[in-house]
């Protein structure tokens, strides 16, 4: 745990706004998985998507994570960083045909998540050892648009397609060494993974895919975003998933690898970021804090509706009022709070924005031409990486290719 005090000391030091990384707890929650899930043929690919922060993914590929990858840029990031292409499966949707040509010469196991990218891959590259994503049919996830089981979204090859995808592959004679599913993010219900794990394994049979080596059940893993928010029981969970992935191979007659992808649940936590409040506004009916980040830099608020806790770093015990906790980009909507209970705010003080972790840095841009936030990242409570922000020359240079 990072302490307020350690948060304004390193507000002090690196300026703000600010992202802070904790190394170790992305750590304990990359070997929280292999505690929960006793299977030892477990692979945690980490959803590279969620934060892409350098250190932090070389703090993951010593402790043993592959990557799930989900575009050309984040495949060239993971090898530069020395993940071996085994070690990474990519898993982007709508993809073209260069891009399909660039990925397959790395070496990465492709996952193919549609019929028609199939008969392609048969055709232009018979005998590849590829993976095929399915849509688990299963709905579920913190909000509608990151749900990606059931008939509403562009995900996977329909369970009821089974045959077909094995009768293309059978014609190129390509190797299905592994199935996939993603149920969405921020799943819910525990058996929301469970029913997904069904899904996926009852069409996962000998007869019809006889070279399988892995069955990759995605991520999805929730956290607590607030106050009151129970932790989900994983230790329950992962005894479920265990069992239910022995029973599965002991039918299929092969002991495969069992495969997760997670993001939020490796990334979120450990990430805050630490705003510093300059204006202090009073409406006539609300009373606005004023902050020097905006929605570029942690737009779930803004796009999902989603909650991230706040906390006064500098005045943790004012008075409780209500306040609208706003940006400094030009839009109503660029708020990372309304009317929330926070102890008073005042002019100068600190505020650390929680989860910040995942889908934050990662999703964030430069409207308004405000570069991205330095980040930080911790290592046995020490500073073990800065990346500064760019300065707004640096950030006009970029686009003036200068
Ligand atoms: N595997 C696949 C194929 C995925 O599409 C995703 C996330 C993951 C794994 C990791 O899911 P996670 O464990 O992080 O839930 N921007 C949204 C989340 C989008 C997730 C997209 N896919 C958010 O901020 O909530």
Do not use: W
């Amino acid at each position: 745990m990072i302490s307020n005090d350690k948060y304004i000391e390193l507000a002090r030091t690196y300026g703000t706004p600010l992202f802070v990384y904790d190394g170790d707890m992305m750590l304990e929650r990359f070997r929280d998985l292999f505690r929960f899930i006793p299977c030892d043929r477990l692979n945690v690919h980490y959803a590279l998507k969620a934060n892409s922060n350098p250190a932090l993914l070389t703090l993951l590929r010593d402790a043993g994570a592959g990557i799930d990858a989900v575009s050309p840029g984040e495949v060239v990031l993971a090898m530069a960083l020395g993940f071996a292409p085994e070690k990474i499966i990519y898993t982007a949707n709508n993809m073209t045909d260069a891009e399909f040509d660039r990925v397959m010469k790395t070496g990465v196991t492709v996952n193919i998540g549609s019929l028609s990218r199939l008969k392609k891959c048969a055709k232009s590259h018979p005998g590849a050892r590829i993976c095929l994503r399915f849509n688990p049919d299963v709905c579920d996830g913190d909000n509608e648009k990151t749900m990606t089981g059931g008939d509403l979204t562009k995900f996977g090859i329909l369970l009821d397609d089974a045959d077909t995808a094995a009768a293309i592959a059978a014609e190129g004679n390509l190797h299905i060494i592994g199935l996939h599913e993603h149920t969405g993010s921020g799943l819910q219900h525990a058996e929301s993974v469970l029913k997904s794990m069904d899904n996926l394994m009852a069409i996962a049979t000998k007869e019809r895919f006889s070279e399988l080596e892995f069955l990759d059940f995605g991520g999805g893993f929730k956290v607590p975003y607030k106050e009151d928010e129970a932790r989900i029981d994983y230790v329950d969970m992962g005894n479920k998933i265990a069992v239910k992935f022995d029973n599965f191979c002991r039918q299929y007659g092969k002991e495969l690898l069992m495969r997760f992808e997670p993001g939020k649940y490796l990334a979120a936590e450990c990430g805050t970021l630490i705003m510093e409040v300059n204006t202090i506004k009073h409406n006539r009916t609300r009373t606005i804090a004023g902050c020097n980040s905006g929605f570029p830099h942690l737009i779930r608020p803004v796009l999902y509706g989603a909650y991230h806790r706040i906390e006064n770093l500098t005045n943790p015990e004012g008075v409780p009022a209500l306040y609208d906790v706003c940006g400094n980009i030009c839009e109503t909507g660029d708020r990372f709070a309304e009317q929330r209970e926070l102890p008073e705010i005042r002019e100068y003080d600190l505020l650390a924005v929680k989860n910040a972790g995942a889908y934050c840095y990662s999703m964030g841009s430069v409207y308004n031409l405000r570069p991205m936030p330095g980040e930080v990242v911790l290592k046995d409570g020490n500073v073990a990486d800065f990346r500064p922000a760019l300065s707004d020359e640096e950030l006009v240079a970029q686009i003036l290719r200068k």
